[in-house]
């Protein structure tokens, strides 16, 4: 069965620093576009970033370029999001996805993906 659980949320003062994990559950995970979204209350899921099944191509959001990395280990079926020099406006509930379809533009958008985690919270303080 095909599942997602993020992990490596938290309180973080602002200029510190998180490291997000995802470990994806199914049998053709490793062939999955992964990516990371961002949800605050009122607002849409926005992508935060995407990368592809080899980790060869990769996209970031404007907000979280110079910032965020992402990062995947197939061999164990898990997606990072490295954070650092946080913002007060990256506060929000952050999840992990994945499409089973090959990378594309139409992954900056929530409709391209199959499988959600269930979200995790992070909240950076002043």
């Known amino acids: 069965q095909e599942q997602l659980v993020e992990s490596g949320g938290g309180l973080v003062q602002a200029g510190g620093s998180l490291r997000l994990s995802c470990v994806a559950s199914?049998?053709?995970?490793?062939?999955?576009?992964m990516a990371w979204f961002r949800q605050t209350p009122g607002k849409e899921r926005e992508l935060v970033s995407a990368?592809?099944?080899?980790?060869?191509?990769?996209r970031y959001a404007d907000s979280v370029k110079g910032r965020f990395t992402i990062s995947r280990d197939n061999a164990k079926n898990t997606v990072y999001l490295e954070m650092n020099s946080l913002k007060l406006e990256d506060t929000a509930v952050y999840y992990c996805?994945?499409?089973?379809?090959?990378?594309?533009?139409?992954?900056?958008?929530?409709?391209?993906?199959?499988?959600w985690g269930q979200g995790t919270q992070i909240t950076v303080s002043s």
């Open positions: 996805a994945a499409s089973i379809y090959s990378w594309g533009s139409y992954h900056d958008t929530s409709s391209s993906y199959t499988y």
């Open positions: 990368i592809s099944w080899n980790g060869g191509r990769t």
């Open positions: 199914g049998r053709t995970a490793s062939t999955w576009t």
